[in-house]
């Protein structure tokens, strides 16, 4: 037997969000009809605002499999080998696979498709490629179209991970670097990509303005999208060009992110050349976990022979990159 309340049908959905949200709706039991009321299965014993409360037989509801690995049909010596985690951009999924799975792609990607109900496409990630970092993916399930909507922290973007590079990994290190900006601020994102940086910055401090230049144009055509989508045209500018390039047109800066991992460094000049004594530069690179002072000596020297003098002020390490290696930000003062 279930406790139940017994809610008149118009009132159906008003008690059972209440209920939910006060922790109090049995989520194990069905919610059933009798007559002109709903049965809403409850979890104690309390009475709520007065309505009718009965013990009735009410069917359980079945429990989905969520960890699709249970799921799959491949080889049991092939478990183990299943990564626990994968990238979810909208409702696209992609997934890296160890070689001996890449037999099993399709039904790998059937099962992360049954135990993730909202899922619309499934792609094999076979690595980042070329000057504008797109991701070199190979459709297991589902439409071929993998543009969607992503959200994080507030911020709706429209990403396509087949035409422009995207990581919704960084989520949380987009939302430090926006609660450092202080009002008034002049900023650039030197590889913006589809805007996430300047998008969170600008939905959650208040800088002046925020340039954001990228060479790859349909990363830039999505952000000039995602910046009218998010009612940002007045504070963030969409530059198509090389960050060489557009740097030179630009004013003097408060702030400089530039997130192209590989080789960001070669870029630190053009930066430079445009701070202001004060500013801070978020410099992203993936480097051997051994040589994070050499790297930060390395920068000192690069700056030194520009006539700057910069101070590391915090370095975050964001993700492991291969047993030796990660993705680091250097917060670096000039
Ligand atoms: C690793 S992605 C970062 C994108 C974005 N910041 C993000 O977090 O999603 C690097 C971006 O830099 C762009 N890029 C590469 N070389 C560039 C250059 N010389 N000037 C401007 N953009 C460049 C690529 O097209 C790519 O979108």
């Not at 139940?4 to 709706?25: A, F, T, W």
Request: hydrophobic share 40%.
């Amino acid at each position: 037997m279930v406790r139940c309340l017994k809610v008149p049908l118009d009132r159906g959905e008003e008690i059972r969000s209440e209920l939910r949200q006060k922790g109090m709706l049995d989520l194990s039991h069905t919610i059933v009809r009798d007559g002109d009321h709903l049965l809403i299965p409850i979890v104690g014993e309390a009475a709520y605002q007065g309505l009718e409360v009965k013990d009735r037989d009410l069917p359980p509801i079945p429990r989905k499999e969520t960890d699709y690995r249970k799921l799959t049909k491949i080889p049991d010596e092939l478990i183990g080998s299943l990564p626990s985690s994968f990238d979810v951009i909208g409702d696209v999924a992609i997934m890296k696979l160890d070689e001996p799975l890449f037999p099993h792609a399709e039904d790998i990607a059937d099962a992360l498709m049954e135990a993730n109900g909202r899922l619309r496409s499934v792609a094999l990630d076979q690595g980042v490629k070329g000057e504008f970092r797109v991701r070199d993916l190979k459709l297991l399930r589902g439409e071929t179209d993998l543009s969607s909507i992503h959200t994080e922290y507030g911020v709706v973007m429209e990403v396509d991970p087949s035409l422009a590079y995207f990581n919704p990994r960084l989520s949380r290190e987009r939302m430090r670097v926006a609660e450092l900006v202080r009002e008034g601020e002049v900023v650039v994102d030197m590889f913006a990509g589809v805007g996430p940086f300047p998008l969170m910055i600008c939905r959650h401090s208040k800088p002046a303005h925020v340039f954001a230049i990228d060479m790859n144009p349909d990363a830039v055509e999505l952000m000039k999208s995602n910046i009218l989508r998010n009612r940002l045209d007045d504070r963030i500018t969409a530059i198509n060009d090389d960050a060489r390039d557009a740097m030179r047109s630009l004013p003097e800066l408060d702030r400089v992110i530039m997130n192209l991992p590989h080789i960001s460094e070669e870029f630190i000049f053009h930066a430079l050349h445009k701070l202001k004594a004060g500013g801070m530069i978020h410099l992203y690179k993936i480097i051997e976990r051994d040589d994070l002072v050499s790297f930060q000596n390395r920068i000192i020297s690069i700056a030194e022979s520009s006539g700057r003098n910069v101070d590391i002020d915090g370095i975050q390490e964001l993700k492991t990159y291969s047993p030796t290696m990660s993705v680091y930000c250097f917060d670096i003062r000039c």
